[in-house]
């Protein structure tokens, strides 16, 4: 990681300082990506907020619960054994901001792999573990107002030979080659196809498109994550009063979609403004996308009165 973050890394149930957060180069996962991960937000809260109007800043980490459980979810499908539950795991993030003294937003990445198993592949419950949570300052991932995609001429991992559903390590070699791409080719971002032909996601994002006010995503079945902004988003809209569907996205409605926006951890909820050069809607973002956008932006930094559960408050 470029950023050094905090000082100190979370690092088998020990605060650790950065510079001594080490692994053996015989670490299984360095050779053979054996690690699931997660990518988590801390939000500095909102000057609309009541705290915040009196003075007394917070940070909320977004639906961590949620994310742990994902950690684990991802890592049962290859069954690696995490010795920590999601609930130590939480609890030990919380710790983490405020061993750093953590008061902006920040991003927070956990991550389990296997260490010392030699170079065989029979990976099983018994083969060690280690399990580390990172913290470092964090704002916008996507500059400027709306992102101009492409679709990639990579498809999207499948579920019959490196689940998507798992959020492991591996899987992002494919999630790179399609960003190395879509940049290449002077986009900001790659949407990728399944194995069918149909929209699965983006390199690192859930694709959501509009067509006369309604909404709508791929099934997890046609290779997407199961994102957690994605069931955020999906929540907002309904209340916003919008009909969402899941089903299979052909290739051919990103060009006649009204809007579409991207949902992500890192990116939060970001309009595509053209999808292979071909605007989209007008090539502004559109009202439904903005709504979403910033009813989900006012949520995070603890400036609505909804949706508290979400948001664990560190201080
Ligand atoms: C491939 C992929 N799809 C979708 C997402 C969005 O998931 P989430 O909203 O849980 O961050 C991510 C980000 O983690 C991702 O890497």
């Known amino acids: 990681m470029k950023e050094k973050g905090g000082e100190f890394v979370w690092f088998d149930n020990k605060f650790v ?44 980490i977004f639906r961590l619960k949620e994310h742990m459980e994902r950690l684990h979810r991802s890592a049962k499908v290859y069954s690696f054994s995490l010795p920590y539950s999601a609930d130590e795991l939480y609890d030990a993030t919380v710790e983490l901001l405020r061993k750093n003294r953590m008061k902006e937003s920040v991003y927070i990445r956990p991550l389990a792999f296997v260490g010392m ?39 999207r991992i499948n579920d019959a030979t490196t689940p998507p559903l798992s959020k492991a390590a591996g899987n992002y070699l494919n999630s790179i080659l399609a960003t190395q791409e879509s940049r290449r080719n002077g986009y900001d971002e790659s949407i990728l196809l399944d194995l069918a032909g149909n929209v699965s996601e983006a390199s690192g994002e859930n694709i ?32 916003l009063g919008y009909e969402v569907t899941e089903r299979p996205i052909p290739r051919a409605e990103l060009y006649m979609a009204d809007e579409i926006f991207l949902t992500g951890t890192a990116a ?48």
């Not at 009202?287 to 664990?312: C, F, Q």
């Open 17 to 60: 300082k950065w510079e001594d957060a080490k692994v053996p180069v015989y670490t299984h996962a360095m050779h053979y990506g054996t690690a699931v991960f997660e990518g988590i937000r801390g939000y500095a809260s909102s000057s609309s907020n009541a705290a915040a109007k009196s003075g007394k800043n917070n940070v909320y």
């Open 117 to 155: 198993h030699g170079i065989d592949l029979n990976v099983t419950a018994s083969s060690p573990t280690q399990t580390v949570i990172i913290a470092f300052p964090f704002a916008k991932y996507f500059k400027g107002e709306g992102i101009r995609a492409c679709v990639s001429s990579w498809r």
């Open 208 to 239: 959501f498109l509009v067509r006369n006010k309604k909404i709508y995503t791929p099934y997890f079945a046609d290779s997407a994550l199961e994102g957690i902004t994605r069931d955020s988003a999906m929540t907002i809209a309904r209340e």
């Open 268 to 315: 939060e909820i970001v309009p595509v403004t053209s999808v292979d050069g071909k605007p989209v809607g007008d090539g502004k973002e559109g009202p439904v996308s903005r709504s979403v956008r910033e009813t989900y932006a006012n949520i995070v930094t603890g400036g609505s009165k909804d949706h508290m559960d979400w948001l664990t408050p560190v201080w």
